[in-house]
């Protein structure tokens, strides 16, 4: 079965701090792919980024980068700079490509970024 | 391009009244998700439509919940009749096929049930 930790419940920070994002996940498949989700106060659920199972690179879009380490099986998301309008909810979620193509969710961090 | 769309935003009912949401996707997106959001998790997935056949309902509640998606377009989700444990936010969602893509959600409703 397939599992998505999000250890941190909620995270606090001051604006311009940086924040990382823990992820970890657990799954017996080899091919799988893992998101990022922010879901801000308005309710709606905002695509972040894809990555999958094959491509460990890690990705920088603006301030936010994101890092993939099969190894430990984590996809970690950092916020360089902070800012108040980052303040959401952020989930991580993993699907696997076999079987019946299920987006699982983790429990989700909310992030406060305080001004 | 119109994103998906949801109705009501919001509802309130009294335990074992019946309730029923509307989604309407992005157009061309053969794939449609209904999840559930409790107040502080994840959403999870009650059932899963490929135009108008349903791929996965196996976490779907079906004494109580259905759901249909007619003509492969816009679906309605049913509760009936309902708990206070359905008290929750349901997300509608779509992507252009199912798996790998990235889905798109809806503002969901937000359902209390007294």
């Known amino acids: 079965a397939q599992k998505v930790t999000q250890a941190q419940t909620e995270i606090s920070v001051v604006e311009k701090e940086d924040v990382t994002l823990d992820c970890v996940y657990e799954?017996?498949?080899?091919?799988?792919?893992l998101f990022w989700y922010k879901q801000p106060p308005s309710g709606e659920l905002v695509f972040l980024i894809r990555?999958?199972?094959?491509?460990?690179q890690n990705e920088i879009s603006g301030r936010y980068s994101w890092n993939f380490q099969k190894s430990t099986s984590s996809f970690n998301f950092t916020i360089t700079a902070s800012q108040v309008v980052d303040s959401a909810v952020y989930f991580c979620?993993?699907?696997?490509?076999?079987?019946?193509?299920?987006?699982?969710f983790g429990q989700g961090t909310r992030l406060t970024i305080n001004p | 391009e119109a994103g998906v769309a949801q109705s009501p935003r919001y509802k309130i009912i009294e335990k074992r009244q019946s309730v029923a949401f509307w989604c309407n996707p992005i157009s061309g997106h053969a794939t449609l998700y209904w999840y559930q959001q409790i107040l502080g998790q994840g959403p999870k997935l009650l059932i899963q439509f490929q135009n108008n056949g349903v791929v996965d309902d196996s976490q779907l509640p079906k004494d109580r919940f259905s759901a249909e998606r007619l003509k492969g377009v816009d679906s309605t989700l049913k509760i009936q009749p309902a708990k206070l444990e359905d008290s929750a936010v349901y997300l509608c969602?779509?992507?252009?096929?199912?798996?790998?893509?990235?889905?798109?959600f809806g503002p969901g409703t937000r359902l209390t049930v007294l």
């Open positions: 969602a779509s992507s252009l096929v199912k798996g790998r893509n990235e889905q798109f």
């Open positions: 799954t017996r498949d080899t091919t799988y792919y």
């Open positions: 979620a993993l699907i696997m490509i076999q079987g019946a193509q299920k987006l699982v």
């Open positions: 990555r999958n199972s094959f491509d460990e």
